[in-house]
């Protein structure tokens, strides 16, 4: 059978089609809730997954994400508090709006932008992950192990605010995955005498623990702080509230604009739709020729935010896919999730697994109507949801972090495992640094190390192919110039900031 035809079908059977549904109606609400983001959603699914078929596993993951990133709109609306990072700034415009009665208006505008920027990002999945995936079959040990390395100097450098602790972040991810057996020697590695470590870290506690544990521990030092709903949208006037044309075509080139940002990040490892949005924002803002709106109730802003952090969710997978190099922290969970089902993501998916390429296509898009659906006619249901105590929220989901990590491998190591990363994780939270470089680079070190010492086997130990090869050379010249601007970059901040603070002290 056609593998198209092979994974349309697949997806229209009932289970998988409900599954789907589920989903995606799950991802909605866990989304509109703050603090519980997209990333703890998927990370919970995954110990599911394992006993789900391939296809219902991909689908269930996916419509956690798609559905999850505009959930948070939701909560970023009616609370001025984003359900996810990725909608904070739909804040400044979407809570003011919610302020002059227009919450709805505002909630359909973010709908509107979210399709709009997935829809976008899928064709550019479609169009750009085979291409990718078609060069990259060329690539031998030496162009696989300098791209993978040039990976890890653009997910510490451009993760975050500080480029020293995203290059702690993915030193330390890059440790964490050396625990185990050498792949080529079979020699102990970081293991302390322990035989359960032989295996090496499972891949399952370390990401329920560093999003999910780290959030529940976070918001326990906190005291499970409640946020209360201001907006009543049964109070609203229905007819202010209804997007007209006029509306739609004063928003669609903010949209276009704001995807094709959301994309080009999205395909940039380890950047993230957060930073994304905030991007998209400051353009439209910039080429606008009225901005007086701005920060006070702007449909504009609150499409360019919302198109912009949703485009980022297909356009991930066109590196996760085509090269095997997760986009951002939940495109790494789902690379291991589809790792976990023996399907190993790169260019030989699209020639040994076709079936695979067009369900996550097919899914992505069925995601991204089926959210259009509810998201339009569930408003006032998912605001609900902004009511639920996280003090009895947050123990379900502890329950549910202890219960996929020990069912993973029936291993009680596992349960440790989960708990030492969650303290890392909540470490990492409340020093500001990013928790994505970790994982992505616990991802791609095994593949690394593996092409790093077939090249260093084939040459004799030798690095001059590497200073030889066009393709290495290249990326070796790119790090080169990303390490040189971004040291600028903070030089230039450190210097700004004393001078700021001298005058604010002089004021």
Do not use: W
């Not at 030496?142 to 480029?163: D, H, K, P, Q, Y």
């Not at 050498?182 to 623990?209: A, K, Q, W």
């Not at 991204?368 to 902004?386: D, E, H, I, N, Q």
């Not at 790090?479 to 002089?506: M, Q």
Request: proline fraction near 6%; glycine fraction near 10%; charge should be positive.
């Amino acid at each position: 059978m056609d593998p198209m035809l092979q994974a349309f079908y697949g997806l229209v059977e009932p289970i998988t089609f409900l599954t789907l549904l589920l989903s995606v109606i799950i991802g909605l609400i866990i989304g509109a809730i703050p603090g519980l983001s997209v990333n703890i959603a998927v990370a919970l699914a995954v110990p599911l997954t394992i006993f789900m078929p391939t296809s219902q596993a991909l689908v269930t993951l996916i419509g956690l994400y798609g559905a999850g990133v505009f959930g948070g709109s939701i909560s970023a609306i009616l609370l001025n508090a984003p359900g996810t990072p990725a909608s904070a700034a739909t804040i400044f415009d979407g809570f003011p709006l919610a302020n002059q009665g227009l919450a709805t208006k505002a909630l359909r505008i973010a709908l509107v932008a979210s399709v709009f920027g997935a829809v976008f990002s899928i064709i550019v999945l479609m169009l750009l992950a085979p291409q990718l995936a078609n060069f990259a079959l060329r690539f031998g040990p030496i162009e696989i192990a300098s791209l993978l390395f040039f990976t890890f100097l653009i997910i510490g450098v451009l993760s975050g605010g500080s480029m020293l602790k995203g290059l702690l972040s993915a030193s330390i991810g890059m440790v964490l995955a050396m625990v185990g057996s050498d792949p080529m020697l079979g020699t102990p590695r970081f293991t302390f005498g322990s035989i359960s470590l032989m295996d090496g870290l499972t891949y399952v506690p370390l990401l329920v623990g560093l999003f999910a544990l780290a959030e529940i521990i976070d918001e326990g030092t906190r005291g499970f702080s409640r946020l209360k709903q201001k907006i009543d949208l049964r109070r609203e006037d229905t007819k202010a509230n209804h997007v007209s044309l006029v509306d739609l075509r004063h928003i669609s080139f903010p949209m276009l604009r704001a995807s094709s940002i959301g994309s080009s990040i999205g395909i940039l490892p380890g950047i993230g739709a957060t930073i994304a949005s905030f991007i998209a924002y400051a353009d439209v803002k910039r080429s606008s020729r009225d901005t007086s709106k701005f920060g006070k109730g702007d449909i504009r802003g609150v499409a360019a935010s919302e198109s912009a952090n949703n485009a980022v969710v297909g356009a991930t997978f066109v590196p996760t896919l085509a090269l095997g190099i997760p986009g951002d922290a939940v495109t790494a969970i789902l690379l291991g999730a589809l790792i976990l089902q023996g399907v190993t993501p790169g260019p030989l998916i699209f020639v040994n697994s076709p079936d695979i390429v067009y369900t996550i296509y097919f899914a992505l898009l069925a995601s991204t109507l089926l959210m259009a659906v509810f998201g339009y006619f569930a408003v006032r249901p998912l605001s609900k949801t902004l009511h639920i105590p996280k003090v009895y929220l947050m123990p379900c989901v502890a329950l549910i972090c202890v219960a996929g990590s020990y069912v993973a491998r029936n291993n009680i190591i596992d349960v440790y495992v989960m708990l030492g990363a969650g303290v890392l994780g909540f470490v990492f939270n409340r020093t500001a640094v990013p928790v994505a470089p970790l994982l992505i680079t616990f991802i791609i070190t095994p593949p690394f190390e593996q092409a790093l010492r077939q090249a260093l086997t084939r040459s004799e130990g030798s690095f001059i192919p590497f200073l030889t090869n066009p393709v290495s050379l290249t990326l070796l010249v790119a790090a080169v110039l990303l390490l040189a601007l971004s040291f600028r970059r903070e030089r230039r901040e450190r210097h700004s900031t004393p001078s700021k603070n001298k005058r604010g002290i002089d004021k």
